[in-house]
């Protein structure tokens, strides 16, 4: 992220103080140290699995599900789109199941993807895009790159070595997921009349560098969204008020997931503040940001070792010879990389992910026996 915010390419951005970047090189470097404890201690492994033969009755119910929020919603999003209607993919779905739904069939593609990576045919690549399908149909740009980074950590864990041909695969495939991310945005913010870039250049205060250089505009949207929350953060830790504490509203609703500290919240009246940003429609602001604002520094602190802590856990919990290990493995990788762009510990469409193979584990793990390079 701070080699993204490097490049310069919008004038929203302030520049990055000293405390911040040494706050992060400090975190960084303890973060090393326990992964590679976990290394030692051989925590982190890839297993192979075989074909499990109810993943088409798995996926029959999510698209039944599906369905049932399309009949509801009465319509398609992205038709609806196309079509030159205007549509709030904020409201989409059926309450609370919509939720269940996505982050269920969202666990169930890295599943599949998985299952992909140990025995590869066109079937099951055939499942595995049905499962990312929904995403598409929805416009819902967060879920889609939410499973892609799951089943990128999956095939990085597969891997024995890193070829540079590899290396080149990944490459490209990452810049095809950026620049199609661009022309989902400029599509949903011209509401499907065109794909142009030219608005989000104008609001975004794209420099003449960016403007000038051989990169296409699409890319300008990958650029914001990853480096737009460190913007967001060096922004808060420069205006916010210092003398604002508010320990009580910080552990509800910055430790607490989203659809629990909701209530909590609005039962004790507890206040709920937001973080100063660049600009209003920039929102993320990393882990750390909202933190800041109810009690400073040592709320970042405490997050950290929040992250530390949970995620250490989450790690000995999971069993190494369930065929969910893999799968709870990446979406956990996939929360932490996705926390620099918000606290995802709150955000329910990411943490309940975690849950499914954790429990999944346990209650399968006698009844499998796991196919492992090994063998």
Sequence with gaps: MILVYSLGWSDLYPDL?????????????????????????????YRDISWDDRISFYLFLVWIGYLAEFIYNKGIPLQILLSG????????????????????????SVFIFHQLCSKFS??????????????ILIVSRGTLLIVLTSCLFVYLLSLKHVSPKRVIIIL??????????????????????????????????????????????????????????????????LVAPDDNINWISFLNYELLPDFISKRTGSFFDLPKSDMPRVAPWLTVSTLYARAFVFVGWPGMIVLFLFFITTSSLYLMLLRKRSQFYVVGLAILNTLVLFNTF??????????????????????????????????
Excluded at 88 to 104: K, M, N
Excluded at 122 to 135: A, E, M, N, T, V
Excluded at 202 to 218: N, Q
């Design 17 to 45: 103080s000293w405390p911040l970047f040494t706050f992060f090189i400090i975190t960084f470097i303890i973060s090393f140290a326990f992964g590679l404890i976990f290394h030692i201690l051989k925590r982190i492994e």
């Design 85 to 108: 209607q205007d549509f709030d993919y904020t409201a989409f779905g059926i309450p609370t199941f919509h939720v269940f739904l996505v982050t269920y069939s969202s666990f169930l």
């Design 342 to 375: 918000d606290n995802m510990y709150m955000f329910s469409g990411l943490n309940l992910q975690l849950v499914y193979p954790l429990v999944l584990c346990y209650v399968n793990f006698p009844k499998f026996i796991l196919r492992t390079r090994q063998a």
């Design 172 to 237: 490209f495939s990452a810049i095809f997921v950026f620049y199609l991310f661009g022309v989902m945005g400029n599509l949903r913010q011209n509401n499907g009349k065109n794909a142009s870039s030219a608005l989000i250049l104008e609001i975004a205060l794209a420099t003449e560098k960016f403007r000038r250089s051989v990169v296409p505009d699409e890319f300008i949207w990958s650029y914001l969204y990853i480096s737009s929350p460190l913007a967001n953060l060096q922004n808060t830790i």
């Design 122 to 135: 066109k079937g099951r690549f055939i499942y595995f895009l049905l499962s990312i399908l929904p995403s």
